[in-house]
């Protein structure tokens, strides 16, 4: 953990998730509301963020729109991953982020939400999601300063 530049930490996601998204034929959109100061892994976040935004790619398929919103302040930075996708499965409810715990896709080990978890948690931050059936998910993690 050490102190990141979130200006420069957000324009390295942005160019990390252009290619993947154009590969879908997903939107990007990114709102930096704070892009101060922050302390974290940068490689263990950018690995989150991948995660988050992959899985939004893969539930909605071609097209829809992937908005990365970062907030806070020197006390806390919040990243919020958002997609147009379908939501979260009933199914998958309370199980989340449990390893191996994966719900109508064709590939994948269920093993990148249990990932992030781990790796928030080490950043003492928290991790959850809002989901509606036809509306999306949006994903938040809060990374204390």
Known sequence: ??????????????DMLVSEMSRFGVKLEVD??????????ENKLKR???????????????????RWTISG???CVVFEC??????????MEG???ESFATHGKASGTG?????AKKIVDAHCGRISVQSQ???GATFRIEIPG
Do not use: H, S
């Open 32 to 41: 930096a509301k704070y892009d101060g100061l922050a302390r974290f892994d």
């Open 82 to 91: 958002a997609d147009t996708g379908p939501g979260i499965p009933k199914a």
């Open 73 to 75: 302040g020197a006390d």
């Open 111 to 115: 093993l990148g939400l249990a990932m």
């Open 1 to 14: 953990i050490r102190k990141v530049y979130l200006d420069k930490f957000i324009a390295e996601v942005r």
């Open 133 to 135: 059936p036809g509306q």
């Open 48 to 66: 989150v963020i991948w995660n988050l935004a992959r899985n939004a790619c893969e539930a909605m398929g071609e097209g829809g729109t992937f």
């Open 95 to 97: 199980r989340l982020f």
